[in-house]
């Protein structure tokens, strides 16, 4: 049974990873999660200063989901290197850096310093996050720019290069297009859908910011429709992302064209499901006859003629 998974000049131990700001830099789990059964692990997204992130409150349950608004909190990129890559590159996984930034050239020169750190093995950039005035989503929703950053960061780096989209678009998989013209080696489908609360006894949002991005099993079925899009619009491989919490949802984001997942909200209940969930797609491929989970990929039966996507592709 092969589980691994090549992407670029990487292999990773399977196509199970957990997703940017659900593990922290891996160092917030507790010593009974055995990360070395994860494909891998994106970090909390970096940038070249520290950064507090948004005012409090910046998280609220919703129905199925999990609304936030962090604000891309995190430590820098240099005490990154200093106190959290010494003790993540020990794991057996590997280590996505999730790059955030409020210009092209901060992207560069995150980059540039992670690449050379040899315990970092690839790159996803966030141009999706939709809880900063500069960055996110105002250049992920600019295809210009996306086509910019990939282009400028392709030539930095010889390591695997994924782009985090937003579903916030009318067609993702323009964007996704224009990161394939443009050489990354991989998009991660989806980021956060905008979404509000309101608290009816003091009419007031629920987060500070007032909207923020909704995560969880709310938003599965658009992770899903999505990647179905993109999968459909570009050769190279797409991640699932979005509302997996059970082995069953994994599958569903494989069968439809997801060559890897990420595990994202999930992870605050239980740090362990990336690791249940590989084990559940791995028994449920062999009691299926096939001996690699790839064989699983986009093996979607579907009567195409009824697809509203397809019309955009
Ligand atoms: C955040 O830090 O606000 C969440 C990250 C994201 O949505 O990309």
Redesign the pocket.
């Known amino acids: 049974m092969i589980e691994s998974f090549k992407l670029r000049n990487v292999e990773f131990n399977n196509r199970i990873l957990v997703a940017s ?1 659900t593990f922290g830099y891996g160092d917030e789990v507790p010593d009974l999660v055995d990360i070395s059964q994860l494909g891998g692990i994106m970090t909390k ?1 970096l940038s070249m200063k520290p950064r507090d ?1 948004n005012p409090n409150p910046r998280i609220t349950e919703t129905a199925s989901g999990m609304l ?6 995190n430590i820098g990129v240099h005490k990154f290197i200093s106190d959290k890559l010494p003790t993540l590159k020990k794991h057996d996984t590997k280590v996505i850096a999730n790059i955030a930034a409020s210009s092209v050239e901060e992207y560069c020169s995150v980059l540039e310093l992670l690449d050379a750190q040899e315990g970092v093995h690839g790159f996803e950039i ?1 141009v ?4 900063v005035k500069e960055g996110g989503l105002s250049f992920g929703t600019d295809v210009t720019l996306v086509t910019r950053i990939t282009k400028e960061l392709r030539q930095r780096t010889n390591k695997p290069l994924i782009i985090k989209l937003t579903p916030n678009v009318t067609h993702i998989s323009e964007f996704a297009r224009a990161c394939e013209a443009e050489g990354a080696d991989a998009v991660s489908v989806i ?2 859908v905008i979404g509000m609360a309101v608290n009816i006894h003091k009419r007031t949002p629920k987060i500070a910011t007032t909207t923020g ?1 909704l995560s969880g099993p709310a938003v599965k079925p658009i992770a899903l429709a999505k990647v179905y899009e993109t999968v459909n619009a570009v050769k190279i491989p797409v991640i699932g992302i979005g509302g997996i919490v059970t082995w069953e949802d994994a599958v569903e984001f494989f069968i439809v064209g997801a060559s890897m997942v990420q595990i994202g909200t999930a992870n605050f209940i239980n740090p362990s499901t990336g690791i249940t969930i590989a084990h559940g797609v791995k028994e449920f491929c062999e009691k299926n006859g096939m001996d690699n989970v790839g064989s699983l990929v986009k093996t979607l039966q579907t009567n195409r003629t009824i697809s509203i996507v397809d019309s955009w592709l």
């Open positions: 700001g997204s992130g936030n608004s962090i604000g891309l909190a966030n999706s996050c939709p809880n980021n956060t991005g």
